[in-house]
DNA sequence: ACCTGAACACCGTTCAAGT
DNA sequence: ACCTGAACACCGTTCAAGT
């Protein structure tokens, strides 16, 4: 499986070496300034040498450090023994992962599979975790969809880049504006009665991303919901009724 | 509040136009191929006209598009009234918005805000549904949090592009793949047992984007548990409950 | 107020050439 | 096998100039 089976010797530029290094530029520069020629320089090597080891050019090069980024996230425990556990730990993962690695959180929030190797080992969990909370045949899949999903939701939002350019003076009109809107009784009643817990707080109305200001009980209110939806809507799909009465 | 109070002339260009074009330029191209000259190649206008009417260049002008292609998402009903009804109805229009301009999904699945003008009556709703449901305080924005990243979370994974070079290639060959590592019964036994549902029909194991291929089945059990959660997890989170015990 | 036009610094990628 | 080096087509943005 593994690509080349070389003795990397001390200094040579390796593929690894060249995801590394990546994943270092995006980390330090953000998904829009992250380059390849960037990425060049950092190994000290001509912007052209890197296609050798990493034929996929731009993109796919940031799918494979999107890839690393996610390396680990799987829990090693056993899924079927407790799988609200399991589940819970896989969730804390992810969003553990892409706080070390913020840049990669929209990365992975918006792509159809990591490009360089899908995780099955993530895949497989997942998968037992559900049925051994009930799930199975086509339901099972809808639930994976589900858990999916829900995994990478919240810390793509929650980690979403801050413009670029300017990024203070940014802050400081929408937050302005922000918390002007915000105690409009008169449009908004609900939101003006919360403005407080809500401001700054909350999507939407925040102005800084979650590097700055994690979103931590928003999260931890997140995963509990999902999981305790997963446990009351077990058996309850409305294909998987139909079929209970047709058989 | 309107930028401009003056009247938009037959032919003239606004800045209406401009942002429309952009969306339309936006869904055409894809979001790593869209730019501005192509803007103002459609609009039949030097480049660099376009930042007189959109001071905020090309990710401003992507925010003011992905706002339009937001247009119409907020539920006109009263959320007080069903708040489960109005929730799902969002959830519905959130990806039904999507599904026609998929190429924004990632750009709303990670931003901190659409940059021209926060959707607050979208806010006001939420807010307003949730305390219908019984969430107040502390755990009413963290509620809203969870309701926000799950009505994003699950449209942006399923609308995440193909990649833009050698489509049907990559399509085949990660097929090929991925038919060949989920039969591994060795390895992933859980995956191979449900082989026949997954395969192509689930996140990171699939070749097609929902555009091409629609999640229906996997979209509904993810409200449905959600909406769950929401019902199950009311007055339960734990700082909530430490209060309680103080107060 | 609204748009043209040239110029700048920077891209990703291709392709030939070196060793 | 691995890397250099030049070249190409395309960017977003700035800035002066037109009307």
Same mark, same amino acid.
């Given at each position: ?7 990397? @010797? ?35 090597? #001509?912007?052209?040498?890197? @296609? ?5 050019? @731009?993109? $796919? ?29 896989? #969730? ?7 706080? @070390? ?14 490009? $360089? ?85 909350? #999507? ?21 919901? #999902? ?21």
């Amino acid at each position: 499986m593994a690509r080349t089976m070389r003795k990397p @010797r001390r200094g040579e530029l390796t593929r690894d070496r060249v995801v590394a290094t990546a994943l270092d530029c995006l980390d330090r520069l953000g998904l829009e300034a992250f380059s390849m020629r960037e990425v060049a320089r950092a190994v000290g090597v #001509f912007p052209t040498a890197l @296609r050798w080891h990493v034929p996929g050019g @731009r993109n $796919g090069l940031l799918a494979e450090a999107a890839a690393l980024a996610l390396s680990g996230v799987t829990p090693e425990g056993d899924a079927a023994k407790d799988w609200r556990a399991w589940l819970r730990d896989l #969730f804390d993962r992810y969003r553990a992962a892409m706080r @070390r690695h913020p840049n990669a959180a929209a990365l992975l929030g918006a792509q159809l599979v990591s490009n $360089g190797g899908v995780p099955l080992a993530l895949v497989e969990g997942v998968l037992t975790a559900l049925e051994a909370a009930g799930y199975q045949g086509d339901a099972l899949r809808d639930a994976y969809n589900a858990v999916i999903a829900a995994m990478v939701g919240f810390a793509t939002l929650e980690f979403a880049p801050e413009p670029a350019e300017d990024r203070d003076g940014w802050a400081a009109s929408l937050r302005t504006h922000v918390e002007a809107s915000v105690r409009d009784a008169g449009r908004y009643p609900t939101l003006a009665r919360n403005a407080n817990q809500v401001a700054g707080q909350a #999507f939407v109305l925040r102005w800084q991303t979650g590097s700055a200001a994690p979103l931590d009980s928003g999260f931890a209110c997140y995963v509990d919901v #999902f999981l305790r939806g997963l446990d009351a809507a077990r058996g309850s799909s409305s294909k998987a009724k139909t079929r209970d009465v047709l058989f």
